[in-house]
């Protein structure tokens, strides 16, 4: 079963507005949670990341929000370039302990495209 | 420069050869991945390892070994690949302490015929 879900594919946004992608989660254990970007023939790269105690986390044009009621996290890209055009996954961890597998469950991905 | 590196970048072959894909990082990362991205099922975790000689079982590690005899290496091992191996691989390392903050080589991208 998909632990991590990003039920959008795709999504198109014009140069300079917000991109939302968005992610949800079903493991209530899920305790730490990031974005990840991925360009073609690359490999991912972590972008940005929330802990489960904030609901809020801000880096630049970036922002993540968190709703753990919801199981829900989204990111936020504000005013999007083209240079953001790539694949975000959503990761998720239920961190254990430090002698514990610190695995990341991936969703599916969002290709999200920014038109200029 | 910081970077995880993977041989090969292509890999075609046969059924059943046997075959190395190998990864390094030069960060002195305690934590190293195997991971596998197949369309509609996102990165799945293979294999993973805490340090030198520590190494246990991922999401999906059928038909695949792994070994971590220094601490900058960790080779894939397909012993007897087979067509459902086929996929896009990713080795990832990351220090102890943000273990999350996971630094991804450029993948293997492994045809199985």
């Known amino acids: 079963d998909q632990q991590v879900k990003q039920n959008s594919p795709s999504l198109s946004v014009q140069e300079g507005r917000i991109s939302i992608l968005n992610c949800d989660y079903t493991n209530s254990m899920f305790d730490y949670f990031l974005w990840y970007k991925k360009y073609p023939a690359e490999g991912p790269t972590f972008l940005i990341s929330i802990s489960s105690i904030k609901d809020k986390n801000e880096d630049g044009r970036f922002t993540v929000f968190l709703n753990k009621s919801a199981k829900h996290l989204s990111l936020h890209i504000v005013p999007s370039q083209p240079g953001d055009s790539a694949v975000y996954f959503c990761a998720a961890s239920d961190h254990v302990n430090y002698f514990g597998n610190e695995k990341l469950t991936f969703g599916t991905g969002t290709r999200l495209t920014i038109i200029p | 420069e910081a970077q995880v590196t993977q041989n090969p970048r292509y890999l075609i072959t046969v059924t059943g050869k046997k075959l190395t894909v190998t990864c390094s990082q030069n960060m002195n990362h305690e934590y190293m991945s195997w991971y596998r991205q197949d369309p509609g099922l996102g990165l799945r975790q293979i294999y993973y390892?805490?340090?030198?000689?520590?190494?246990d079982k991922g999401d999906v590690p059928e038909g695949y070994k792994v070994s971590r005899k220094e601490k900058r290496n960790f080779p894939l091992i397909l012993e007897s690949p087979s067509p459902n191996q086929t996929s896009l691989y990713f080795c990832?390392?990351?220090?102890?302490?943000?273990?999350?903050?996971?630094?991804f080589g450029p993948g293997t991208r492994l045809t199985v015929t």
């Open positions: 390892s805490m340090n030198v000689e520590v190494t």
């Open positions: 990832a390392s990351s220090s102890a302490r943000t273990y999350y903050e996971q630094y």
